[in-house]
């Protein structure tokens, strides 16, 4: 490889953490989050690291994942440079996290997976492809499939075989069996980090003059990055205490920007260009509606199930049945639902649908979201793209116009009011 190539895979999260820790260098707890976010581009870190089990996307509930193994290391895409090395490896067409994906798995600079099982759902075509390419390069892979339809009888039985065939897999090759303790233990961890991503949310809001929409992505996400979920825990916890002091202390008047929520697929580090754009148009992510944040948000509501191990098993399997977001679903409702979630309780300004470019599995639920946005009188803008930054400034011209109508909107709005 040249070391060209490995200076540009670098260059993209220093560039984004820069940008990160210069606009919230006001937080003295932020600092824990790009350190370990960063740790995944350094090549000291990559070339020792030896996970057991690479998770692949966040479509297997991380309840199961948490049971069999002790820290899974996930894989969201989200890198231009991992990508790039998949150029001989996929069609020109393939959708970015899984040109992404497979370029973090086979590349010449560092083999993360030599010694683990990689582990994913078959949520779509090119996922299908992409596991494919990893067994035929000597991966060792475990897959499940996600019924497409809703939670019938049927569907549930399947799903719950697959769940369970699946951690039989990861357990003979981790050591590390579903028992009813490991189970009960692994809800109890996923559900307390969702809790404390809950209470980061509602605090990140409230005090949004102090902590930047891509520093938030950040420390969401790090929720996947860390190598050790308690440690995750320890540093949002600090974190929310600071803002919270913060929040009491200096009481900062908000600013009065176009509130906006970002749904469709998953906007990941270091890619980040997305809020970027949000940010310069003038306005304010006021939540994100992704395959992140609905598991995430599925967990606190399932927080009361710790039932008998059977029935906890058998409630996983039908909220994650019934509200996951996944390609491979016909009718996305849990996507859906939750939307409409976040509408009623936020009241947004706008709605941004992402699309990467291949994930047409997002446009699917395009027409629905905007019928509903419409009935709401919120606009919508529909942004397509991928993780070169090459139409970064037409974007902008388009972000600049949405927000500047959003704009537009409030003040008739709060003249009417004053009129009224």
């Known amino acids: 490889m040249r070391s060209t190539e490995l200076n540009a895979f670098k260059k993209e999260a220093i560039e984004t953490i820069n ?10 707890e932020l600092k824990w989050f790009p350190d370990t976010a960063s740790m995944r581009f350094k090549s000291d870190y990559l070339n020792n690291v030896r996970p057991q089990v690479i998770v692949l996307g966040n479509d297997i509930p991380a309840e199961i994942i948490y049971a069999v193994c002790d820290n899974p290391f996930y894989i969201l895409g ?29 590349n010449p600079e560092f083999d993360i997976a030599n010694d683990a099982l990689i582990v994913t759902a078959v949520s779509s075509d090119s996922r299908r492809k992409l596991i494919s390419i990893l067994q035929r390069a000597g991966r060792k892979v475990a897959a499940m499939d996600i019924p497409p339809m809703s939670a019938t009888l049927n569907n549930t039985n399947y799903y719950k075989d697959q769940l369970i ?95 906006v929520i970002v749904l469709g697929s998953p906007i990941v ?20 509606a992704d395959s992140l944040s609905l598991e995430a948000d599925l967990a606190v509501s399932g927080s009361k199930r710790l039932i008998s191990s059977e029935r906890l098993l058998d409630q996983i399997v039908s909220d994650h049945l019934r509200a996951t977001s996944s390609g491979a679903r016909v009718n996305n409702e849990g996507l859906f639902s939750y939307f409409l979630h976040l509408v009623r309780e936020l009241h947004p300004d706008g709605i941004v649908c992402h699309i990467l470019k291949g994930q047409i599995e997002y446009d699917f639920e395009l027409p629905y979201i905007e019928k509903a946005a419409e ?46």
């Open 269 to 288: 580090f270091p890619n980040y260009k997305v809020p970027q754009l949000i940010a310069s148009a003038g306005m304010r992510i006021a939540a994100v």
């Open 78 to 106: 989200g890198s231009l440079g991992t990508a790039h090395w998949a150029d001989e490896l996929t069609p020109r067409d393939t959708d970015p996290f899984s040109r992404s994906s497979l370029g973090w798995l086979i």
């Open 165 to 259: 065939t699946l951690a039989e897999k990861i357990g003979k090759h981790t050591g590390k069996h579903l028992t009813g303790r490991n189970l009960r233990n692994a809800v109890k961890k996923v559900v307390r980090a969702h809790r404390f991503w809950h209470r980061f949310q509602t605090i990140s809001h409230t005090a949004s003059g102090f902590i930047s929409d891509e520093a938030v992505l950040l420390v969401e996400q790090c929720m996947y990055f860390a190598d050790s979920l308690d440690e995750w825990m320890i540093h949002v916890s600090r974190l929310i205490g600071e803002l919270d002091e913060l929040n009491r202390r200096f009481m900062m008047t908000q600013k009065d920007q176009p509130k």
């Open 375 to 420: 009935e709401a009188d919120i606009p919508v803008f529909r942004l397509e793209t991928d993780y070169q930054y090459q139409d970064v400034e037409q974007l902008r011209i388009r972000m600049e116009a949405f927000g500047e109508m959003l704009t537009q909107k409030i003040i008739v709005k709060r003249k009417v009011k004053r009129s009224a």
């Open 19 to 28: 940008r990160i820790e210069t606009e919230n260098s006001n937080l003295f």
